[in-house]
């Protein structure tokens, strides 16, 4: 169980502390253990219960229950609480921007005790004289309600990915027979909806559940699961693997595109009967992909080794995790060549934004760090909040000491499209905006971007000659992969960015680089492939 499921497992028991009336002191500290684990550089699973108690703001109370969930896989507290708490109670818990005071209120008042029930009142207009709602507050949460609920049983890819890889393993370990990772994993999507593995075992789905710990078979539903996930394992002959792997890696539409093609021992093999040049899964969702001058670009869609500089992250001097230094030779053990230290500008309060005292004191740090280094470089540059007016935060005479400046949105989210477009506009036709940060300010499967006219936005960025960041967290990965052929269409440049907050978080450049593979970006169409001299000289652009 890694740092973010412990975290994830505190916040959630501090929630339903409060829901249950519980001592505030307790669940505030439950609240403060999910920020301190999320924080946490080293996973807490390699760690002793000493270690763990003498960290910031985890105490012995705290370490033991994170030892009792490594060592069980629960904390007993928790699951007391959930006892006396209906399931639907729990899932109105998990729907962000609803707290448990109101989802106390709605149960105490209304007698509701699900997302689905709660939406039906919305509908009604039954929140309108609640307390602390109102008929704004109750739009909202209608809103939240069907994204929450369009979003159930969904797993960003990452996530997806790694649960998979653990199911896998198991069974390659423990059943006869091949099994490979297809569907919407292996096209890289960036939700998945449904997991799938491809299989030519002989074992049956109950026989695979008796020999796989964590694998469950439901005979009622004749379904299998995996860590409560639903996992469909698709059954095949050892003769037919690479055919149905293609086709359960592949939309209908690309291959009606193909045409006629036949069963042959490898994918590769398939194309090649098809005298067409090798198509891997990710680019497999349209005709698109088969088209012939496509065909022949597909050499120099971006690869992750490409590159070279990682743009767009968090220090110790704002909300990251590891220091200057640490975030510094953390790069240069991954090979590359610049690092973009972009802390959080002063109006970013909450995550201890810089102020102007402490901007000097961090440039002194990475002049004197530069020194120490031959063939690397860190830039000074500021994660700048974009201000309700379209502003940058800090005065020009300020910004004008950066390297470059990273806008970005932050807080006042509720925007209408024409406020959200034009606070963006403003932003982009800054003299001192060099990228655009994650755009949209979607948080997947939890939190819906801002609405935008996306055509205006990118328009903008070319004609002011500003970066658009792929933000590759995985949770973000915004700029949408749909709207990148756009982007480089009108010639704007596309920085896949880590938005790293710890060592870590720099690994996210993968995740950006598969939904820029599924846009196939170029790889001059990509600011961080550049060399360190080649992007001194785009410093040097504007």
């Not at 499921?5 to 403060?32: C, D, V, W």
């Not at 809103?143 to 998979?164: D, I, P, V």
């Not at 030519?200 to 796989?212: I, K, P, W």
């Not at 379904?223 to 592949?250: P, Q, V």
Request: glycine share 6%; aromatic share 8%.
């Amino acid at each position: 169980m890694g740092n973010k499921e412990i975290a994830n497992e505190f916040q959630f028991l501090g929630k339903i502390m409060e829901l249950h009336g519980e001592n505030p002191f307790k669940t505030r500290a439950y609240s403060a253990a999910y920020i301190q684990i999320r924080k946490m550089p080293h996973p807490l699973a390699d760690m002793s219960q000493e270690e763990i108690s003498n960290m910031q703001g985890i105490g012995k109370a705290i370490s033991e229950k994170i030892q009792e969930l490594l060592s069980t896989g629960e904390i007993k507290t928790l699951e007391r609480f959930k006892e006396m708490t209906p399931v639907g109670i729990q899932n109105l818990l998990r729907v962000k921007g609803l707290g448990p005071k109101k989802v106390r209120l709605v149960w105490d008042e209304l007698g509701v005790e699900s997302p689905g029930e709660l939406l039906y009142a919305c509908k009604e207009n039954r929140l309108v004289e609640l307390k602390g709602f109102g008929l704004k507050t109750q739009d909202q949460l209608l809103a939240q309600l069907e994204y929450f609920m369009s979003s159930e049983g969904k797993l960003l890819w990452s996530t997806a990915e790694e649960l998979t890889a653990r199911l896998i393993g198991q069974l390659e370990a423990k059943c006869s027979g091949r099994f490979v990772a297809t569907g919407e994993i292996k096209r890289l999507m960036p939700i998945v909806e449904q997991v799938e593995i491809l299989s030519d075992t002989d074992y049956s789905d109950e026989e695979l559940a008796d020999h796989v710990e964590g694998l469950f078979y439901d005979p009622e539903k004749e379904e299998l699961s995996f860590e409560g996930i639903n996992i469909n394992i698709l059954k095949t002959e050892a003769d037919n693997f690479a055919l149905d792997l293609l086709e359960s890696s592949s939309t209908g539409e690309f291959l009606d595109a193909l045409g006629n093609y036949s069963s042959a021992s490898t994918e590769e093999e398939i194309f090649e009967y098809l005298d067409l040049p090798f198509v891997s899964s990710e680019f497999r969702d349209s005709s698109y992909a088969i088209e012939d001058e496509v065909l022949d670009a597909l050499d120099d869609v971006i690869k992750e080794q490409e590159i070279k500089g990682v743009i767009h992250n968090h220090s110790t001097y704002s909300d990251g995790v590891n220091s200057l230094s640490q975030m510094a030779e953390a790069c240069i053990a991954l090979g590359y060549k610049y690092l973009v230290i972009s802390d959080h500008s002063q109006s970013a309060f909450y995550a201890n934004g810089l102020k102007e005292d402490r901007l000097y004191q961090q440039w002194e740090e990475i002049d004197q760090l530069n020194k120490g280094y031959a063939d690397f470089k860190i830039y000074k540059s500021i994660e700048s909040d974009i201000l309700n007016n379209g502003a940058l935060d800090y005065p020009d005479d300020l910004l004008s000491k950066f390297d470059l400046i990273i806008a970005s949105i932050h807080s006042n989210l509720k925007m209408d499209k024409t406020k959200a477009t034009q606070r963006l506009l403003t932003a982009i036709e800054n003299p001192y905006t060099r990228i655009l940060g994650h755009p949209t300010g979607r948080l997947l499967l939890s939190r819906q971007g801002y609405p935008l006219d996306f055509e205006k936005v990118i328009d903008a960025c070319a004609q002011n000659n500003v970066v658009i960041e792929l933000n590759a967290n995985p949770s973000r990965l915004d700029l949408d992969y749909e709207w990148i052929p756009y982007a480089v269409r009108k010639g704007v440049l596309i920085s896949i960015n880590p938005d790293a907050h710890s060592i870590k978080g720099i690994e996210d450049i993968r995740y950006g680089v598969n939904v820029a593979r599924k846009a196939f970006l170029q790889r001059n169409d990509c600011l961080n492939v550049l060399t360190r001299s080649q992007f001194e000289d785009w410093i040097k652009e504007k």
